[in-house]
């Protein structure tokens, strides 16, 4: 009986790998269709063929690389998105290194006029600065303290 399951398992890893679109999976026993969640007869290597050819089953192919493609874009935005940018950084450090208020940024002929016209960057609102950048900034000037003071009595 062992050998019957290893022959099982052969021939349904071999039908993995002769598509190898990466759409066909196994638990070594089953055929599994992972575009249209399905379990596909296996006994006769026609009916795979058949299966792959059905136009429910190619739809949902297609549907699935595009959903695959939108979500690695997606994630690739939020990647990108979600690690902040160094010029709302910079720009919140030195308006306050300068000791200049952030609402100063609100001004449009700063704002558009000078700022995202020369630097081709987008100007964060004074709001944004406040919640996002501020508190980082404060963390990297407490942490030059901390260096310089390090082992030196206060």
Known sequence: MAKVKSKTSKKVI??????????LSTDNTLLFC?????????EKKY????????????????????ESK???????????SSSKSQFPTDL?????DVGIPLWILENKSLRGG????????HIPSKSS??????????????????????????
């Open 34 to 42: 992972k575009a249209c969640g399905k379990t596909i007869n296996h």
């Open 92 to 96: 919140c450090m030195a308006f306050i």
């Open 14 to 23: 071999g039908l993995v790998k002769e598509y190898e679109s990466g759409i």
């Open 47 to 66: 009916f795979v063929y058949q299966y792959m050819q059905m136009t429910k089953h190619k739809s949902a192919t297609e549907k699935m690389k595009t």
């Open 129 to 154: 600065l406040r919640k996002n950048y501020i508190d980082n900034n404060f963390n990297n000037v407490m942490d030059r303290i901390r260096c310089e003071v390090a082992y030196n009595k206060i």
């Open 70 to 80: 939108q979500a690695c874009l997606l994630s690739t935005f939020v990647a990108d």
């Open 114 to 121: 000078v700022l995202e016209k020369y630097t081709k960057q």
